[in-house]
């Protein structure tokens, strides 16, 4: 039996591909949006030699924090995680943010990130290393855990060579400002040193009740901030992004008086959290938004766009970024003969089991994530796919698939789903929320049969079920509405789920969406 996960050391393949769909946009622009593809929040990009690595916000899914690698900004490979094996001994939840950060004098990466303390449950800024991107990482833990939650951090140089950190105290979740605050840091990154200082807060009308996610890069004698405001993550999200500037890191700042400079177009809303980086000679931004037509469902994804430049010195945006990407690089088959592919995500709370080879996958069961079972799951990518799994019933536990999100659209609520699962001779169609599953619909099928079973989505929330056995595919139930599963800040994981006692084991022959 292998305990699910160790990357360092594996080569992997997840090759992020961009179709041309569009072509005389794509000739203009020479890339496709969105370049990371689902549910990818808070991006940040860093540039080591010829080559970009990037990471987002994992939520509540380990491996914790991805890290891609491209030689252009736009074709993105999967190569290693921050925590491949699971959360820090410290830390629970709300993992978010990570920021990646070069020292070329040491030859070291950092990866700042949140995280939510055991003992104080204060969100913190943490900090892990390693000698590069794709090897292992050292955790160095919290450097700041401030009584509202410290968030969002970023490492920056001031114009005498001292190293900062810059994160937001969390007033938001206490009603209060969000100051953006900076402190030096030692060398090693192990400890903060001296005073921490005030840069700004949220003191603009068009800024609401929140300012976060600040960036900062240097040019013409200036440092820039580009940063977001309003609220990121809801149905209702109105997230934007400005930019100030000033000639010393501790300022004073100035903010850009036709700010927002970054907001809704006809492709992308609720847009930011990004970070600048350079590219032959221009400056490009990484940043995240809810594609119109995808919306929440979805999840936030990984976009890109060119800096550009007012006559006064300040940068803007176009905001033109489009969708050209083709819906046929998103698809996805798993056999599982040669090992777990590494875009597999589970539960953070749980020590997951599980067996690859000629056979497919066995994934032990359990009556974990709130009776869920045992979930081994993806991002959805698209509003209309086609999720299909193979399974050998073997009597002892139920093997199904579904859609996981939240028992409701607030924040840190449990894990729910609805789908279809196969025991013995029975298919069902369920739903667990909150500790309780119903039954929706059941049929029955012959027994020690394989089961392709099958999940259709339409519009991001419209499913129905079924199966394929012995060449005929069976209906199970009517056209399903999950929209009350959308979780609060990252769309919907497509899962395989293994329910049962912990020995019994779930039998995946293949995987497929399209």
């Not at 010829?50 to 509540?60: D, G, H, P, Q, V």
């Not at 410290?90 to 700042?112: C, H, M, R, T, V």
């Not at 003969?337 to 069961?365: H, M, S």
């Not at 991001?460 to 009517?478: C, F, L, N, P």
Request: hydrophobic letters at 35%.
């Amino acid at each position: 039996m292998n305990r699910l996960f160790s990357f360092l050391g594996v080569v992997t393949t997840l090759l992020l591909l961009v179709v041309t769909t569009n072509h005389s946009f794509a000739q203009n622009r020479g890339f496709d949006n969105p370049v990371l593809a689902g549910d990818r929040p808070d991006p940040t990009v860093v540039k080591i030699g010829k080559y970009y690595y990037a990471s987002a916000t994992s939520n509540e899914w380990a491996p914790l924090f991805p890290i891609f690698k491209s030689t252009d900004l736009v074709n993105w490979e999967l190569v290693n995680y921050i925590f491949p094996d699971g959360a820090p001994g410290w830390a629970k939840n709300n993992f978010w943010a990570p920021e990646l950060s070069y020292d070329e004098s040491q030859g070291k990466i950092y990866a700042y990130y949140t995280a939510r303390d055991k003992d104080s449950n204060r969100l913190s800024v943490a900090v892990a290393s390693a000698e590069s991107p794709e090897s292992k990482f050292t955790d160095h833990g919290p450097l700041v855990a401030q009584e509202y939650g410290s968030i969002d951090a970023f490492e920056a140089k001031d114009e005498n060579g001292n190293i900062y950190v810059l994160w937001k105290e969390d007033g938001n979740s206490k009603g209060q400002k969000t100051p953006i605050w900076a402190q030096k840091i030692n060398e090693s990154r192990t400890e903060l040193v001296g005073e921490k200082h005030e840069l700004f807060r949220n003191d603009q009308p068009w800024e609401g009740g929140l300012v976060e996610g600040v960036a900062i890069f240097r040019k013409n004698g200036y440092f820039y901030a580009t940063y977001s405001a309003r609220g990121c993550c809801e149905i209702t999200c109105d997230y934007v992004t400005g930019v100030a500037r000033s000639k010393s890191l501790l300022g004073p700042w100035e903010k850009y008086d036709m700010n927002p400079v970054l907001k809704d177009n006809e492709n992308w809303k609720c847009a930011g959290h990004g970070t600048v980086v350079e590219k032959g000679g221009e400056l490009w931004i990484l940043y995240h938004a809810y594609n119109t037509e995808g919306s929440v469902y979805v999840g936030r994804q990984g976009v890109l766009e060119k800096i550009q430049w007012t006559a006064d010195g300040w940068p803007i945006l176009a905001n033109k970024a489009g969708y050209e990407r083709s819906k046929a690089s998103l698809e996805f088959t798993d056999n599982f003969k040669k090992r777990l592919d590494p875009v597999w995500q589970w539960r953070v709370t749980q020590d997951i089991q599980y067996e690859t080879g000629k056979k497919g996958l066995k994934l032990q069961a359990s009556q974990e994530n709130e009776t869920l079972g045992t979930l081994l799951v993806q991002g959805t990518k698209s509003l209309d796919y086609q999720y299909e799994a193979t399974v050998i019933p073997d009597g002892e536990a139920s093997a199904g698939l579904a859609v996981i999100g939240g028992a409701n659209n607030g924040f840190g609520a449990p894990p729910a789903g609805m789908g279809i699962s196969v025991k013995g001779n029975q298919l069902v169609l369920w739903e667990t929320i909150n500790q309780e599953t119903r039954e929706i619909a059941t049929e029955t099928i012959p027994s020690n049969k394989e089961v392709k079973l099958i999940l259709t989505m339409k519009d991001g929330y419209r499913m129905t079920t079924s199966a394929s056995v012995d060449g005929k595919t069976i209906q199970v139930g009517e056209e399903q509405d999950v929209k009350h599963l959308v979780p609060w800040g990252m769309g919907f994981r497509l899962g395989l789920v293994a329910k049962g006692t912990t020995d019994a084991y779930a039998h995946f022959k293949e995987v497929r969406i399209y």
